[in-house]
């Protein structure tokens, strides 16, 4: 079946900018975690939701980031006012059930470059 | 804390020659999960194998294959006759089990070069 998707895969934005990036999970899937990767870095988490539920946004890294997930299914990483800092890969993951007893499958990713 | 680190950043071997990739991780929990993903030029992440840690018996599966000794806090994987293909960042992780938040710990990740 199909895997998780993320559009757009590359990103240029100017400073201030605002963006947003998507990701459709496997379907049927209740977790998402949004995470990001900067160059010559492991990924980091950002946020999770449960169904519609976002449980842990703790590694939103400022008031900047928001994501949502309105209808359980697909989510949406929106960033206000891009900063070159925000330059990164940002990576979406999805897995079957709540509690986390099982994998996460990644997306191929979206690639932010903010000039 | 939870931490994971790969030491190793870049590793490069010739075809057909073994390579080891090493893991080490930190944690208070007892419980947990350790994770290998490969991540290709292409971005995606790939999942290669979970581990719970009560299960220590080594795994292999074709010419991968993982070591984890809980009296180390390690687990390595070995890439046995490796191939060009085989060429990636490979990362090791850790999840805690049974929290709200299920989210996955990785370490810097080792760039693997499979010189022809």
């Known amino acids: 079946g199909a895997g998780v998707s993320q559009s757009p895969r590359y990103k240029v934005a100017k400073r201030g900018q605002d963006v947003a990036l998507r990701c459709d999970p496997i379907?049927?899937?209740?977790?998402l975690f949004w995470y990001q990767q900067a160059l010559g870095q492991g990924p980091e988490f950002l946020t999770y939701?449960?169904?519609?539920?976002?449980?842990?946004k703790s590694g939103l890294p400022s008031d900047r980031f928001f994501a949502e997930r309105p209808e359980g299914s697909v989510s949406t990483l929106k960033i206000q006012r891009t900063q070159q800092e925000d330059s990164a890969v940002y990576l979406c993951?999805?897995?079957?059930?709540?509690?986390?007893?099982?994998?996460?499958?990644f997306g191929p990713g979206t690639r932010l470059t903010v000039l | 804390a939870q931490k994971v680190t790969q030491a190793q950043t870049e590793i490069s071997v010739v075809e057909k020659e073994d390579v080891t990739l090493d893991c080490v991780y930190e944690?208070?929990?007892?419980?947990?999960?350790l994770f290998w993903y490969k991540q290709p030029p292409s971005g995606e992440l790939v999942f290669l194998i979970r581990?719970?840690?009560?299960?220590?018996q080594n795994e292999i599966s074709g010419r991968y294959s993982w070591n984890f000794q809980k009296s180390t806090s390690s687990f390595n994987f070995t890439i046995t006759a490796s191939q060009v293909v085989d060429s990636a960042v490979y990362f090791c992780?850790?999840?805690?089990?049974?929290?709200?938040?299920?989210?996955?710990?990785f370490g810097t990740g080792t760039l693997l070069a499979i010189q022809p």
């Open positions: 993951a999805s897995s079957p059930l709540a509690g986390g007893t099982d994998t996460q499958y």
């Open positions: 379907s049927g899937h209740v977790s």
């Open positions: 939701f449960q169904n519609e539920a976002q449980l842990d």
């Open positions: 944690t208070r929990d007892t419980t947990y999960y």
């Open positions: 581990r719970n840690s009560f299960d220590e």
């Open positions: 992780a850790l999840r805690n089990y049974g929290g709200a938040t299920n989210k996955l710990i």
